[in-house]
């Protein structure tokens, strides 16, 4: 059997900015660190993705995050960035959710790589380690 | 530890988790074989997880001090 890559598959439901951050962040370094890494962003975090959100820094957060903005370290975009520049992270907006909401991947920041169903998300991320936020 | 004659220094001070790692992990991937990068972190979280990058990705600790509170750290591009 040949060998293969190891996989992360991250599933983001908050939208709270805190954990959209740590989401990213061990998205990131996995990528950076030779793990192949699949996002899938679905429910209310999808809310932050959004373009109008996103430039009107309209997020949800408790002190940690209140931190996060004051000192304007770099948000889970740049995070997830980074990841795609230097290794394998692929980021999916969930159709489902997105449908409900009448948003298009165009409405929303340019991290994603497509909309998808999540049996499109479970076939990419067979046997993969998941970590849900 | 000896200081090393290093291809380039990073700067990293002043930055939080996981930047110090992030700009360290660019330089790597631009640089050569056998190039050295010493990066400098002020992030006490760095002393832990470089070292731990450097080891999985299967390059080299060149160099490695502290100088007061900042992390000095040279890592030889070994693929």
Known sequence: ?133 | MRQVDFTKQVDARGTYCPGPLMELVKSIKRGQMGDVIELISDDKGSRVDIPEWVNKMGHEIANERLEGEDYYIAVRKMK
């Open chain 1, 1 to 133: 059997m040949s060998e293969q890559a190891p996989s992360l598959a991250l599933i983001l439901i908050s939208e709270d900015l805190e954990k959209l951050h740590a989401g990213s962040l061990v998205g990131s370094v996995a990528a950076m660190s030779g793990m192949k890494v699949n996002v899938f962003v679905t429910m209310n975090a999808l809310v932050p993705f959004h373009k109008d959100n996103f430039e009107e820094t309209d997020f949800k957060y408790g002190v940690v995050g209140k931190e996060i903005l004051a000192k304007k370290i770099p948000l889970f975009d740049h995070l997830l960035q980074e990841g795609k520049d230097f290794g394998e992270i692929n980021v999916y907006g969930c159709a489902l959710a997105m449908d409900l909401m009448e948003w298009k991947k165009e409405d929303m920041i340019d991290v994603f790589d497509d909309v998808i169903g999540v049996t499109a998300f479970l076939g990419m991320t067979n046997n993969a380690q998941v970590i849900t936020m």
